[in-house]
């Protein structure tokens, strides 16, 4: 397998197999000061998580026409 048929949500390291991700967003929650991942949702339609620290939701529609940012900042 050439690396140009790995797909998005796999990721492979010299000589491995093949591992699977979950898509996931980087989010920084300026509430506590903490950086997590959001995952997206069973359906596909938002990201969504919470703070570890005070459990403080958050939530990101996922667009159409999309992002090229991978990291935000929640407040």
Known sequence: MGWREVRFNQYRLFGEEVKETRPH??????????????YLNKKGDA?????????????VKV?????????????
């Open 25 to 38: 967003l980087g989010i920084m929650f300026k509430c506590c000061k903490v950086y997590a991942r959001i």
């Open 47 to 59: 990201f969504v998580g919470w703070c570890p620290k005070c459990a403080a939701k958050v939530e």
């Open 63 to 75: 667009s159409p026409t999309g992002s090229t940012k991978r990291f935000f900042t929640a407040e």
